[in-house]
């Protein structure tokens, strides 16, 4: 689809529960890169599922935030009423309305000047102290997501892990995969900024051009493959890479988007090796009460990974570099300002 930067009304309050955010910062994801190239342009759809701001207006039933207070609000919602949605996973809610900001016409996103929260209470969080407008905004998403892709792929002291894409995702869930203790980490992508970045945050780089990742997973552990496998990219190629880099008894989890509802599925693979395959569409909310004080603490390298800060009205600019990835770029931090 085409990006585009477009006046359009102002968001109203989405009920007694919703809040009205005015946008200070917000970025631009690998999620919105499928959108960009898959999705086809005139669905209206008004982009952006990371985003912290004030909040501008409260409807009268709110509890727990009031006008003025700086807020980070979760890339996922859901109806914001089932005891998913009030536990803080929003991509189990029992309504069936796991859903984006950003990704489809009535859900409008927070690359823009404001948004609409609904459920503020259970989807929004007042930026703790400690907590950077950078870090904030990571948290909102790509954080989360990285430390649901870490938890789940059944990580022990001592274990061999790889992580399968080292984009911003990927980069997220290289560190949340250090705060389970493995002794290696293999880290899997084409761009040698990123490599390298891996490399600094103390993974064994692997270059995909070479040969197929799992080839060289395999090889760089005499053939056993990996106890727990992250796959960060979402490509059909990838997800099945990922299946082929674990060892018998091993754990694959898949934090990349892949919506397709048929693959070639490699079930011989995964029963004879009896692999554990587990995918999730990130529990925002959910991961705060473990993520704030790790952030507060300073238990990961976060300040670099924003590479480029541009103003929203280059947008269109910013899409075509995050999506080239070029210039050394891992993230984009938008100001709605500029
Ligand atoms: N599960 C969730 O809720 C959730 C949340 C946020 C993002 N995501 C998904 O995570 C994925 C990554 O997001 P991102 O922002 O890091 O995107 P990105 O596009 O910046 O990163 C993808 C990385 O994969 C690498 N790659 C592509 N093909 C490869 C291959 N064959 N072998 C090795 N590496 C390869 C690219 O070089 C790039 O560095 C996307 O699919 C995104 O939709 C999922
Ligand atoms: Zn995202
Ligand atoms: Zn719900």
């Not at 631009?28 to 952006?48: E, K, M, V, W």
């Not at 507060?296 to 800060?309: I, P, V």
Request: aromatic share 4%.
């Amino acid at each position: 689809m085409e990006v585009r930067l477009l006046e359009v009304p102002d968001p109203v309050l989405p009920g007694p529960h919703g809040v009205i955010v005015t946008v200070e910062r917000t970025a631009i994801c690998g999620s919105d890169l499928h959108l960009y190239h898959d999705a086809p342009t005139g669905l209206g759809i008004r982009l952006g599922h990371e985003a912290i701001g004030t909040v501008a207006e409260a409807g009268a039933s709110v509890r727990t935030l009031s006008v003025g207070d700086r807020v980070l609000v979760s890339g996922v919602i859901g109806c914001g009423l089932c005891a998913p949605c009030v536990a803080g996973q929003p991509n189990l809610c029992r309504a069936g309305q796991s859903a984006a900001f950003g990704t489809m016409a009535d859900l409008p996103g927070g690359q823009a000047e404001a948004m609409a929260v609904p459920f503020a209470d259970a989807f929004a969080l007042p930026i703790p102290d400690g907590v950077t407008d950078e870090e904030a905004v990571l948290l909102t998403d790509i954080l989360p997501t990285g430390y649901a892709g870490a938890e789940r792929a059944a990580i022990r002291p001592g274990s061999t892990v790889v992580v399968v894409g080292l984009g911003p995702v990927g980069i997220m869930a290289l560190q949340c995969a250090k705060l389970y203790g493995p002794a290696r980490i293999l880290a899997v992508d084409m761009v040698p900024e990123r490599l390298a970045r891996a490399e600094r945050l103390g993974a064994e780089p692997i270059d995909a051009r070479i040969a197929p990742g799992s080839q060289q997973v395999l090889e760089a552990t005499s053939g056993w493959g990996a106890d727990s496998v992250i796959e960060a990219v979402g490509a059909d190629a990838t997800v099945l890479d990922a299946l082929s880099c674990a060892s018998t008894g091993g754990t694959v989890s898949v934090v990349g988007v892949n919506l397709a509802m048929a693959l070639p599925f490699p079930m011989g693979l995964v029963f004879l090796k009896s692999l554990t395959v587990r995918a999730i569409f990130a529990p925002v909310p959910g991961t705060w009460s473990a993520l704030v004080p790790l952030v507060q603490a300073g238990k990961f390298s976060l300040a670099e990974t924003f590479t480029h800060h541009m103003g929203l009205s280059q947008v269109a600019e910013a899409y075509q570099l995050f999506d080239s990835r070029a210039d050394g770029v891992l993230k984009v931090l938008l100001d709605p300002k500029a």
